[in-house]
């Protein structure tokens, strides 16, 4: 049994979508909490109004019977309530009437930064709305969704995860200057994961390395320009015996550099890692762009947008990383019901005596 997450949904469409497969039945959800995260995603210094119209919520329409798994596949919906303001605009088949409210104009004005260039030549798409709707990070709380259910399986087997910006501070010291002067800022996160033992994840391929698949987790998030693992970069400059961890007689570190990770597997150590995120691509002062429409030199376009959305990033990078981590779990342990999840668990840690 394989984990598996499939996302569908646009900005402004109607809803956005996941189907999760894989689940052992059994596991207890909490609606709360799953509304919870979806609240903290909205969260966060330096955010728009738009967070305000949305107030998200998760709605369950299969695969969950009075709180419990069924182990069938679980569908996962959250509503854009902004749609209402986008039907016509936002229609999945060809409108009737006037056009009426946002959307209705083709956007011809790519924003530096943003995926609406490339996603214009590459899908040969007319309208730059075809290619921001989806590429915008909205659709991560749908990921916030799924990743809410990753973390209450990951609770089962002792696994707790957790993000946040690094140097909250000096981040709300930068997005007061830069709404000041009508700009955005990035920032840093770092999530953490305790509990996890050693042996998740393989060096026996690369697509199956568990750092390999947290980066291209965090970097597979909107505005994610960097990860690192552990002391990541700073280790490039230290020598071999300032860089590695050392291991006691209890087989613990006495460090941890790595991050809880060594050669794609996990070492029992807390798992730490970092995610970069750039500065937002949508401005009040637009950058210098192209009118597609015209080929002449214009400004971009400018969309309702956030100052900064580092804190909310912290809430999604909490979420693909417990994913990716319940999906190695799945792989590791199996099991077509928890309790056979949670008894495999913990017949390998006492075969392995973790933790010591």
Known sequence: MTLRLAAAGESHGPALVAIVTGLPAGLELDRAAIDTDL???????????????????????????HGRTLGTPLALVVWNRDHRNWTWGMAPWPPEGEPSGKGTKPVTLPRPGHADLAGVQKFDHDDVR???????????????????????LLAQIGISVRGAAVDEEGLRARIDEARKERDTVGGVVEVRATGVPPGLGSYATKEDRLDARLAAALMGIQAVKGVEIGDGFAL???????????????????????????????????????????????????L???????????????????????????????????WELAVLAIDKFGGDAVGDLVAAHRAYCERIQWPR
């Open 130 to 152: 075809n290619a921001l709707e989806r590429a915008s990070a909205r659709h991560t709380a749908v990921h916030v969704a799924a990743g809410a259910v990753a973390k209450a």
């Open 236 to 286: 490039a400059v230290l020598r071999g015996s300032e860089a590695h961890d050392e291991i006691d007689t209890s087989r613990r570190r006495t460090s941890n550099r790595a991050g809880g990770i060594e050669a794609g597997v996990s070492n029992g150590e807390e798992i730490v890692v970092r995610a970069a995120m750039k500065p937002l691509p949508t401005l009040m002062k637009p």
């Open 39 to 65: 609240r903290r995603r909205q969260e966060g210094y330096g955010r728009s109004p738009r967070q305000q119209i949305e107030q998200d919520a998760a709605e369950v329409l299969a695969g969950l019977r």
């Open 288 to 322: 210098r762009s192209v009118d597609l429409a015209t080929g002449e030199e214009a400004k971009a376009l400018v969309e309702r947008s956030d100052v900064a959305a580092v804190e909310a990033l912290a809430v999604v990078a909490e979420a693909a990383v417990a």
